[in-house]
């Protein structure tokens, strides 16, 4: 597959604690990105890290990527109710991006 | 905040008929992507225009399936003649630049096909 597949597909926590999703990929990248979507929505681009980088921070998330296991992670720090969504992690290997099935975060007020 | 258009947001439609579905993309963002999402496949690509050439529709039923850019500001996707199984909500995106920008989402237009 050319997909970032995306793991655990589902996740629910409690307000107040961390969220960690994982994302495998299979060939060299440029970047990897990841989305949310919330429920009827359009998808939200998050956070971008490039191929020669190794850890990201944005607010509450901190993605890390390691291109010699072909994996990434992404981390939200004191989860709220509104970060209840679907997670995705294309990766870009050319001109375009290819979305997996993502990760289904719930988290419980 | 500059934001890709989608219209309609909803539609439902009987076997046979066309739809048309319209983006408006991003003033100076010049590709354009079209995905379906589904609950069984997920996101797939359909087809992406880069200064409204197009470079890949091999995601597209060529059949049924109709992609265009008539102009910088639009973007339209067609199915004639639409079957039950194209129900999805069909996404478009726009992005500047190349590969190491982030994609901008409609909202989307869910399409019902009876």
């Known amino acids: 597959s050319q997909q970032g597949e995306e793991d655990p597909q589902a996740l629910s926590i409690q307000e107040g604690e961390n969220a960690t999703m994982n994302c495998s990929y299979k060939t060299s990248i440029n970047n990897l990105q990841w989305y949310r979507q919330n429920s009827g929505r359009g998808l939200v681009h998050l956070i971008l890290i490039r191929s020669n980088e190794r850890e990201k921070h944005s607010g509450r998330l901190r993605v890390t990527l390691d291109t010699s296991k072909k994996s990434s992670s992404l981390l939200i720090t004191a989860s709220r109710a509104a970060d209840t969504a679907s997670y995705f992690c294309?990766?870009?290997?050319?001109?375009?991006?290819?979305f997996g099935g993502g990760t289904r975060l719930m988290v419980k007020p | 905040d500059a934001r890709v258009t989608q219209t309609p947001r909803h539609k439902v439609t009987e076997m046979g008929q066309e739809v048309t579905m319209r983006c408006q993309p991003i003033?100076?963002?010049?590709?354009v992507f079209w995905y379906r999402q589904t609950m069984m496949q997920g996101l797939e690509l359909l087809a992406y225009?880069?200064?409204?050439?197009?470079?890949?529709d091999s995601g597209m039923p060529k059949d049924r399936f109709s992609a265009e850019m008539p102009d910088a500001t639009l973007a339209t996707l067609k199915i004639q003649p639409s079957e039950p199984r194209d129900s999805a909500v069909y996404f478009c995106?726009?992005?500047?630049?190349?590969?190491?920008?982030?994609?901008?989402f409609g909202n989307g237009t869910r399409l019902t096909v009876t």
């Open positions: 995106a726009s992005q500047k630049g190349l590969y190491n920008s982030p994609l901008h």
């Open positions: 003033l100076g963002h010049n590709t």
């Open positions: 294309p990766y870009n290997a050319g001109n375009m991006l290819t």
């Open positions: 225009f880069r200064n409204r050439a197009p470079l890949d």
